[in-house]
């Protein structure tokens, strides 16, 4: 899977998330943008 492709799948998870579990989605983006590829 791309980077891009994680991006996507992320603000797609990000979007079905109740509000207060917004940061830990933010976090899971960082890390899969940190992680690398």
């Known amino acids: 899977m791309s980077m891009k492709e ?3 799948l992320a ?6 998330h109740p509000a207060d579990d917004l ?3 933010a976090q899971k ?3 899969l943008i ?3 590829e």
Do not use: K
């Open 23 to 25: 940061a830990d989605g």
């Open 6 to 8: 994680r991006q996507y």
């Open 29 to 31: 983006i960082v890390s």
């Open 11 to 16: 603000a797609s998870d990000l979007n079905i």
């Open 34 to 36: 940190g992680g690398g």
